[in-house]
């Protein structure tokens, strides 16, 4: 069993900042790449950024900067610094990662989500 578990978010207002941490544990043998994702009401989810084991970063265009993933390779954690915030912003983040658990090859897992509301 591997479970990831999403915190950190919540409401802020326009131009705030938020911090998102996922803790993936379990029967874990290796974890791979990690990132995250949203899904604002009526729009399909999407790609927010994503990070591999030794560190290469990827984000989706619309980020510009504002927002920086990491992750703790000895905890199984990532995270996602958002500054700047907008209330386009505004959705559910989720946790992704590629975990290989004994004797497998790997595959990917979700993490329930958590919201984050930028609004004044």
């Known amino acids: 069993q591997v479970q990831l578990v999403e915190s950190g978010g919540g409401l802020v207002q326009p131009g705030g900042s938020l911090r998102l941490s996922c803790v993936a544990s379990?029967?874990?043998?290796?974890?791979?790449?990690m990132g995250w994702y949203r899904q604002a009401p009526g729009k399909q989810r999407e790609l927010v950024a994503q990070i591999t084991g030794g560190g290469t970063t990827n984000y989706a265009d619309w980020v510009k900067g504002r927002f920086t993933i990491s992750r703790d390779n000895a905890k199984n954690t990532v995270y996602l610094q958002m500054n700047s915030l907008d209330p386009e912003d505004t959705a559910v983040y989720y946790c992704?990662?590629?975990?290989?658990?004994?004797?497998?090859?790997?595959?990917?897992?979700w993490g329930q989500g958590t919201q984050v509301t930028v609004s004044s």
């Open positions: 992704w990662s590629f975990i290989a658990t004994p004797g497998t090859t790997g595959r990917g897992y």
């Open positions: 379990g029967s874990i043998f290796s974890v791979r790449t």
